[in-house]
């Protein structure tokens, strides 16, 4: 059973940085991408950025050039977030999906606020 774990989140200036991290258990297979979502209370949840097994990346327009998905080859997962702004607060989410199912962590939270 593949389990994602996000740490990283916290409180951070606008205009600051943070990177979150997402660890990806219980071996997974057959992986067609992994992405980083984000939820604000009672809203849906947004795709920020994903990339595919074979490395194509996809970012949503809002973070475009300020964001940056990457994963190395032990299943670590990471968005590094560059000159953040107060509409970044939000809950970030873990994703992989795979050819079965998708998976999804508990999600960790990114305040901007000065």
């Known amino acids: 059973q593949v389990q994602l774990v996000e740490s990283g989140g916290g409180l951070v200036p606008p205009g600051g940085t943070l990177t979150l991290s997402c660890a990806a258990s219980?071996?997974?297979?057959?992986?067609?991408?992994m992405a980083w979502y984000r939820q604000a209370p009672e809203k849906q949840r947004d795709l920020v950025a994903s990339?595919?097994?074979?490395?194509?990346t996809y970012y949503a327009d809002s973070v475009k050039g300020r964001f940056t998905i990457s994963k190395d080859d032990t299943w670590m997962l990471y968005l590094q977030m560059n000159s953040l702004k107060p509409e970044d607060t939000d809950d970030y989410y873990c994703?992989?999906?795979?050819?079965?199912?998708?998976?999804w962590g508990q999600g960790t939270q990114v305040t901007v606020s000065s």
């Open positions: 994703h992989l999906y795979n050819v079965e199912r998708p998976y």
């Open positions: 219980g071996r997974p297979s057959s992986v067609v991408h």
């Open positions: 990339m595919t097994t074979g490395g194509a």
